[in-house]
């Protein structure tokens, strides 16, 4: 597996990092513990040392799942997890809003420590902006926790330009964790080139779409009540026959290279810069494997004229989010 450096940290990891979200959290039902133990496992042994957790996905099963799986190799391992959520008193999935108070970030911290069963976090994120907390305390708060050793590295998730900047002039940001895929391009607005100005590397979640652009999703119907891709108005019947031109641009590049579209959306993200590391996520082995292929495919300037003009003709089909969801993004 190739590795990649996050911007001007020195933070080094495997060209393509685990999503491992969908674990434990927001697709029902959900795999077996032992099961997704064995594909962390697998992640390790085909070259993957990127992998990225919150306390909120479960909640906590989520870290408590990389500890058990992770511990015994975590000198081969950068584990990503984040912190910003009041979670749910009862401890069901979800959230009561926002809080990146400084005493939040470190009560956080402790506990992601010892459900990861790790001595520090190798990258803290704060996993949405609190506008009730100027930025510059939750920085002084991570950079704190960096000098204690509790934590490597500070991250934002879906930031705004300015927060970042703001941000940075506190404590280096190691890394930015946005959505980034060939059907959601407005990081290369401002995110991307602010950047590579900074020195900071991209962590691109739902570098598929959310599994759209995998050409496995035709149709609402396939989407369980549960599966929180059923709210999202991209996820319309509506949205999927106009999205699906896409998939097309995709399979048309993917037979040309004897590849699976999954693997051209990747290989077109890590083809942007050599700092930008995607995460897509999964629980099954062949996915895995699948992903793992995209690392070796070479997209010539030839292909990638041939994608974006092909992407420049689309225009996407409902927004990302719900409003209530999207109002949290871009702070």
């Not at 001007?8 to 990891?13: A, H, I, K, Q």
């Not at 330009?161 to 703001?166: F, L, N, V």
């Not at 031109?245 to 890590?270: G, Y």
Request: charged residues 25%; glycine residues 8%; contains cysteine.
């Amino acid at each position: 597996m190739q590795k990649r450096k996050l911007g001007s940290t020195g933070l080094e990891v495997s060209a393509l990092g685990l999503g491992c979200m969908g674990m434990t959290f927001s697709y029902l039902p959900h795999p077996e513990e032992k099961d997704m133990i064995s594909l962390l496992h697998a992640a390790v042994d085909r070259g993957i040392t990127f992998f990225d957790t919150a306390e909120v996905y479960g909640p906590f099963s989520n870290e408590i799942l990389l500890g058990k799986a992770l511990s015994s190799v975590r000198d081969k391992v950068v584990i990503a997890t984040k912190f910003g959520f009041n979670l749910n008193l009862d401890g069901s999935p979800g959230w009561q809003g926002l809080n990146s108070r400084p005493e939040r970030i470190r009560q956080v911290a402790d506990a992601s420590l010892k459900r990861l069963n790790i001595d520090s976090i190798d990258l803290f994120y704060q996993h949405r902006v609190d506008p009730d907390v100027p930025i510059e305390d939750v920085a002084g708060a991570v950079k704190e926790l960096i000098q204690a050793g509790k934590v490597k590295h500070f991250g934002l998730s879906e930031a705004g330009a300015k927060t970042i900047r703001r941000a940075h002039a506190v404590q280096p940001v190691a890394a930015l964790q946005n959505e980034y895929s060939l059907w959601w391009r407005k990081p290369e607005e401002e995110i991307i080139p602010l950047a590579e100005e900074l020195g900071i590397g991209l962590v691109p979640y739902s570098p598929l779409g959310k599994g759209f652009l995998t050409g496995a999703i035709t149709s609402n119907d396939q989407l369980d009540k549960s599966d929180f891709r059923a709210s999202l108005p991209r996820f319309t019947p509506e949205a999927l026959k106009v999205n699906q031109q896409f998939v097309d641009l995709l399979v048309s590049v993917a037979k040309e290279k004897n590849a699976t579209p999954a693997q051209i959306a990747l290989a077109w993200l890590l083809a942007q810069k050599p700092w930008i590391v995607p995460i897509p996520g999964t629980t099954k082995l062949s996915r895995l494997e699948e992903n793992i292929g995209a690392v070796d495919i070479e997209l010539t300037s030839a292909d990638l004229a041939t994608i974006n003009e092909g992407a420049n003709k689309l225009q996407a089909e409902g927004a990302r989010y719900p409003e209530r969801l999207e109002k949290m993004t871009g702070l």
